[in-house]
Nanobody
Framework: QVQLVDSGGGLVQAGGSLRLSCAAA????????MAWFRQAPGKEREFVAG????????YYADSVKARFTISRDNAKNTFFLQMNSLKPEDTAVYSC??????????????????WGQGTQVTVSS
């Protein structure tokens, strides 16, 4: 029904930048919320950032606020995570996600039904 394909990961030095992309297909996303999560080895999956598809309201985890920016291009059915000032502790597999509900506040942090395959981000010190 809904397919998500994420890409853009790689190896960067501390202080560098990366831009992740997620291509969405399968339906109209007017009532959807899109998000990025990450999971480091041996750790729980962590919410990073979310955005509502139609209005563009954003919500960030405290750990990435002021460094990461989530955005979307509705015409291209694609959303992004711009990551600046990267730190070694940002190293993780990053996955995009979507759900067919408009999220508010803490609702951004969970309840996602569709997932991309994941893309590796490695930050060297």
């Amino acid at each position: 029904q809904v397919q998500l394909v994420d890409s853009g990961g790689g190896l960067v030095q501390a202080g560098g930048s990366l831009r992740l992309s997620c291509a969405a297909a399968g339906r109209t996303f007017s009532s959807y919320t899109m998000a990025w999560f990450r999971q480091a080895p041996g750790k729980e999956r962590e919410f990073v950032a979310g955005i509502t598809w139609t209005t563009g309201r954003t919500y960030y985890a405290d750990s990435v606020k002021a460094r990461f920016t989530i955005s979307r291009d509705n015409a291209k059915n694609t959303f992004f995570l711009q990551m600046n000032s990267l730190k070694p502790e940002d190293t993780a597999v990053y996955s995009c996600a979507a759900k067919a509900r408009v999220a508010y506040g803490s609702e951004f942090r969970g309840g996602y039904d569709y997932w991309g395959q994941g893309t590796q981000v490695t930050v060297s010190s």
